[in-house]
């Protein structure tokens, strides 16, 4: 066989999956659409034009996102999840071994769109205790003659966030294109979308996946200035978003606020369980605006092997630089929560 240079050398997206009892490894939401978005979705399926290409679809989801910004459809481009999206910024502005820099830790697929785009990417490091040094990154993005730089806020699998004013100081002090990837920025509160009138080498990606529980139907946006967004979408084939998802993701936008108190029951979830777990002796939980938290043991692969006899899928990062010992673990449902918090008891009590 004949593959691409450097095809298996590629690094992977590392995840185990099995039918978990309890899944909480991919900071989805525990939870189907809310009764009445499920119910207005399966109507608005039962009239989709199947023969058509999904032009007027596209339009109308991509002006609801425009206009909830004060921005216009020229601004959005929408992606198979924000994944898709991050990667064609990636191919945009890789290439070459052109240089992308982002922090480290943060979400692992950074590394592999570099490496697809056939960019150098460049990490920033977060401090000890992983939080975030923007003069570190602002420095790694100047020195390096940067192509792009990315900000995970909050940050995925940290869990800790930057205020807009960071993000605005590092969009200051830098000249390349800046991409913050707010995927789990509904859990936070404070986008950094209010800048994007003010400084054009601003891009936000954020997603439909984590707070708006639409992971299966594969839905994210980059909002950003109008020539960004045409250069970027060359890199798309036509018609790349299905109409199944387009038309589920516009009524899921339409009744958003439908969303806002699970959003709050998740923040309060996470809160419980932080302050929860943060009274177990050998447990670190680390400060989350997201609806994960991290969490430091002794030996994280033991508690991660605790979790699967219960047939809990948690995300551990095995010997990952940085994250050694750590898991990260999603909010589920109360009880879900519960038992969580009740393995990790008995782990520490060496009782599991
Ligand atoms: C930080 C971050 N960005 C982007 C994504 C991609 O999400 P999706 O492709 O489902 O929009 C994820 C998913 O876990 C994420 O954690």
């Known amino acids: 066989m004949n593959y691409r240079t450097g095809l298996s050398e590629r690094p992977q997206y590392d995840v185990v999956e099995k039918p978990w009892c309890i899944k909480v490894n991919a900071n989805e939401t525990n939870m189907n659409l809310p009764p009445l978005v499920f119910e207005r979705v399966m109507s608005r399926l039962s009239h989709v034009a199947f023969n058509r290409y999904p032009n007027e679809e596209e339009d109308f989801l991509k002006e609801a996102i425009a206009k909830s910004y004060s921005l216009t459809k020229q601004n959005v481009l929408l992606g198979g999840g924000s994944s898709e999206i991050i990667e064609k910024l990636f191919y945009s502005f890789g290439g070459d071994d052109k240089a992308i820099v982002y922090p480290m830790p943060s979400f692992s697929m950074y590394r592999i769109y570099a490496y697809a785009a056939d960019a150098k990417g460049v990490v920033a490091p977060l401090k000890e205790d992983y939080s975030f040094d923007a003069e570190e990154f602002i420095e790694t993005v100047n020195k390096n003659n940067t192509s792009l730089a990315v900000l995970c806020n909050p940050n995925n699998p940290t869990g800790g966030a930057v205020p807009v004013e960071t993000v605005e ?179 520490s009590e060496g009782r599991d």
């Open 169 to 347: 100081h590092i969009v200051k002090n830098i000249s390349c294109p800046f991409l913050v990837d707010e995927a789990y920025m509904e859990f936070y509160g404070k986008s950094a979308t209010p800048l994007l009138k003010k400084y054009p080498n601003l891009l936000i990606a954020r997603t439909f996946s984590k707070a708006y529980g639409l992971a299966a139907a594969r839905v994210g946006y980059l909002l950003a200035d109008e020539k960004i967004i045409d250069m970027v979408s060359r890199s798309f084939m036509p018609y790349h978003m299905n109409v199944l998802s387009l038309v589920t993701a516009d009524i899921v936008y339409q009744m958003r606020h439908e969303y806002e108190p699970r959003i709050a029951m998740i923040i309060s979830e996470r809160k419980r369980v932080a302050a929860e777990l943060a009274k177990i002796d050998g447990i670190k939980v680390y400060p989350s605006e997201t609806n994960f938290l991290l969490v430091k043991c002794g030996n994280g692969e033991a508690l991660n092997e605790a979790f699967v006899r219960k047939n809990i899928g948690v995300r551990s990062f095995g010997k990952a630089k940085n994250l050694e010992n750590c898991l990260r673990i999603s909010m589920g449902l109360r009880e879900e929560n519960d038992e969580i918090i009740d393995v990790i008891k008995l782990f």
